[in-house]
């Protein structure tokens, strides 16, 4: 079935440090893709997406490629700070023509001065 | 502001009640949204509504209830068939253009059990 799978958290780095969050998803057709981040006590904030394979989504310093011949969308970050610590969710939508999300379980990050 | 709106923040529910969860958008989305998050774990659709007048159950909807009589209201009912209410609840509502749909969520409101 179709379904998203991320990286076991929590994540901890120190501020500054470089950021992978592994994701990868299993879906029949041409999902579109996304990264949502979640701070304490508060609802998803949409953080960047891709449409189409290739695609490179971008926002706040934080990137991912849709790489189809890999099913994966890894969120990066050069350079992290205290602020970016939350739970970070992957998501696609789009698939066998219905418009519902599927979203993996999060990946907790925190980020140490 | 354009958003999404979730009330009451916090909200309280003795056994056997029904207790009702506000979702308001003035994003003029059609498709609206419900999800439940319990702690460490991902979202599940409880609800979803994509014209007004009109609903679908979601993954989870077994002691859940909605309405969609306006675009801009989704409530949801938590009623006393839910056994186990306690958890976080998320609104969403979307936009869909050229084929594709990203989805806006609100601020939440957390369901605790007296």
């Known amino acids: 079935g179709n379904s998203v799978t991320q990286m076991e958290g929590p994540v901890t780095l120190s501020e500054e440090a470089f950021l992978t969050i592994n994701c990868t998803y299993t879906?029949?057709?041409?999902?579109?893709l996304f990264w949502y981040v979640q701070y304490p006590g508060e609802g998803l904030q949409l953080l960047l997406k891709?449409?189409?394979?290739?695609d490179k989504g971008s926002n706040k310093g934080f990137e991912a490629t849709y790489r189809k011949e890999t099913t994966s969308f890894h969120l990066e970050k050069g350079s992290v700070q205290v602020s970016d610590s939350a739970v970070y969710f992957c998501?696609?939508?789009?698939?066998?023509?219905?418009?519902?999300?599927?979203f993996g379980t999060g990946t907790r990050l925190k980020v140490l001065a | 502001d354009g958003g999404i709106t979730q009330s009451p923040k916090y909200l309280f529910r003795k056994e056997g009640q029904n207790v009702t969860l506000s979702c308001e958008q003035n994003?003029?989305?059609?498709?609206m949204y419900w999800y439940r998050q319990d702690p460490g774990q991902g979202l599940r659709l409880i609800y979803y509504?994509?014209?007004?007048?009109?609903?679908q159950k979601g993954d989870i909807a077994e002691g859940y209830s909605v309405s969609r009589e306006k675009k801009e209201s989704f409530p949801l009912t938590v009623t006393s068939a839910q056994k186990n209410p306690t958890a976080f609840y998320l609104c969403?509502?979307?936009?869909?253009?050229?084929?594709?749909?990203?989805?806006?969520f609100g601020p939440g409101t957390r369901l605790l059990v007296l």
């Open positions: 969403a509502s979307s936009i869909r253009w050229q084929g594709q749909e990203t989805q806006y």
């Open positions: 879906a029949t057709g041409y999902p579109s």
């Open positions: 891709a449409t189409k394979a290739d």
């Open positions: 998501a696609l939508s789009g698939v066998k023509g219905t418009y519902k999300y599927i």
């Open positions: 994003l003029n989305h059609d498709a």
């Open positions: 509504s994509q014209i007004v007048n009109d609903f």
